[in-house]
């Protein structure tokens, strides 16, 4: 069975200031242009002057066995169609 990885990007948390309503702080998930591997992205600039990037990356497949040892299962059965 052919199997495709994952594409996109997602902000789990952006923080705005308040005064300038620019963004100061965002972590982002995204995957590898080829899709094997997940990154974690840590942009801070909340330093005024200062940009800090900071990046986590695992793959695919340990990224699933973490949420799958760490996560609360949900099941839902839905009827075929």
């Known amino acids: ?3 495709h990885g994952a594409t996109g990007t997602m902000t ?15 972590l982002r998930l ?3 242009i080829d ?3 997940v990154v974690l ?17 695992m793959t695919v497949v340990e990224f699933i066995a973490v949420i799958s040892a760490n996560g ?3 099941t839902v059965e839905l009827p075929e169609q």
Do not use: K, N
Request: with cysteine.
């Open 30 to 32: 995204e995957a590898s």
């Open 35 to 37: 899709g094997s591997v």
């Open 1 to 3: 069975m052919p199997s």
């Open 72 to 74: 609360t299962q949900s």
């Open 12 to 26: 789990l948390l952006s923080e705005t200031d308040a005064t300038s309503a620019r963004e100061i702080h965002t």
């Open 41 to 57: 992205t840590d942009i801070d600039c909340r330093t005024p002057g200062v940009r800090r990037e900071v990046r986590y990356q």
